[in-house]
Nanobody, 124 residues
Framework: VQLLESGGGLVQAGGSLRLSCVAS????????MGWFRQAPGKEREFVAT????????YYADSVKGRFTISRDNAKNAVYLQMSSLKPEDTAVYYC??????????????????WGQGTQVTVSS
């Protein structure tokens, strides 16, 4: 299973970006897909997740109301629409998928496969 993120870049504070993550490889099952981020000198943190079958979503408090996660079953893709970006949103953003399980997983250890990451830089 390979996860490929795209859509990162440099944006001014208050701007928007849309991240994409496409899954490829052998047929796999997935119960959820999520986005995490890691800023320099900090640990990787949870951003958002979506349950693949129900569409239920969950967000970190720091992005709630500004970010929206969505999925496209046919394309095996998950998206993260980011609006009202702040300099503190600057980080490498990672896509991850969980093969099985219920609910909306929010920790690193609950995910099985990870992408390589895409850099998001928000200037003030």
């Amino acid at each position: 299973v390979q996860l490929l993120e795209s859509g990162g870049g440099l944006v001014q504070a208050g701007g928007s970006l849309r991240l994409s993550c496409v899954a490829s490889g052998r047929t796999f099952s997935r119960s959820a897909m999520g986005w995490f981020r890691q800023a320099p000198g900090k640990e990787r943190e949870f951003v958002a997740t979506i349950n693949w079958s129900s569409g239920l979503t969950y967000y970190a408090d720091s992005v709630k109301g500004r970010f929206t996660i969505s999925r496209d079953n046919a394309k095996n893709a998950v998206y993260l629409q980011m609006s009202s970006l702040k300099p503190e949103d600057t980080a490498v953003y990672y896509c991850a998928t969980r093969s099985s399980g219920l609910g909306v997983p929010r920790t690193n250890s609950q995910y099985d496969y990870w992408g390589q990451g895409t850099q998001v830089t928000v200037s003030s």
